[in-house]
């Protein structure tokens, strides 16, 4: 399929919004979080607008990659800015067919570019392992929680880039999200059915 990669503009907001809204619903919960995220992480400082991604198809946004900064705070309080990544969605009907893995490959090169030292996210070993990342402990790194799992996994952007950096990872507080904001948010979207699925196991 012929798909071209982009910057985020304006103008796509609320496009990009609806296509978050439809690429979770149901997945991890019924309804979904994921677009509200979306619309507030581009308010915060720590947006990241140079890593804020659409992924089209002739002219239609199929898939958005969205970038935030967090730090890794060692036992010292040292602070390391690292990158967030996620949310990550591509329309369901467009899905597995590598868009995915276009928005991350694009956005992994361009966060390199910038600077950045490493991506910190919560996900899939098997998809994002094809990408480099690895579970977030080999670098002893863990959740602001102390916590390590499967899913908390780390990217060093070049060679020995997490080097003695080490600690508990903080994401920024926009992913801390209110129900009742949801559920405001939520109104301004069409109905489409909560439902509990497998996938939420
Ligand atoms: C995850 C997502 C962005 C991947 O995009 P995509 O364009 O479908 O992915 P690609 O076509 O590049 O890769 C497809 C591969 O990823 C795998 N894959 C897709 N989503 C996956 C997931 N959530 N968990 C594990 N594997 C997944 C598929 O099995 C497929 O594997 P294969 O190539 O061995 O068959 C997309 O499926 C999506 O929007 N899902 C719903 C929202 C979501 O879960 N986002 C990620 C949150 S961490």
Not at 22 to 36: D, M, Q, R, S, T
């Amino acid at each position: 399929m012929d798909i071209s990669i982009r910057l985020e503009e304006e103008n796509d907001y609320q496009n990009v919004e609806y296509l978050t809204r439809e690429a979770f619903w149901n997945i991890y919960k019924p309804g979904c979080v994921e677009h509200l995220l979306v619309h507030k992480i581009r308010k915060v400082p720590a947006f990241v607008k140079k890593l804020s991604f659409v992924a089209c198809h002739d002219k239609k946004i199929v898939g958005n990659i969205i970038y935030s900064k967090g730090k890794i705070v060692n036992d010292e309080h040292n602070k390391y800015e690292v990158l967030c990544m996620g949310p990550i969605g591509v329309l369901p009907s467009y899905q597995r067919q590598g868009i995915g893995s276009s928005l991350m490959h694009y956005s992994i090169d361009k966060a390199r570019q910038l600077g950045y030292k490493a991506v910190i996210l919560f996900g899939d070993q098997n998809y994002y392992g094809r990408f480099g990342f690895l579970n977030a402990i080999e670098y002893r790194i863990k959740t602001s929680a102390g916590e390590n799992f499967e899913a908390f996994m780390a990217l060093e952007l070049y060679d020995g880039a997490l080097h003695g950096i080490s600690g508990r990872f903080y994401e920024d507080e926009v992913f801390k999200i209110d129900e009742n904001e949801l559920e405001i948010f939520e109104k301004g979207f069409p109905y489409k059915e909560k439902r509990v699925t497998s996938t939420q196991l």
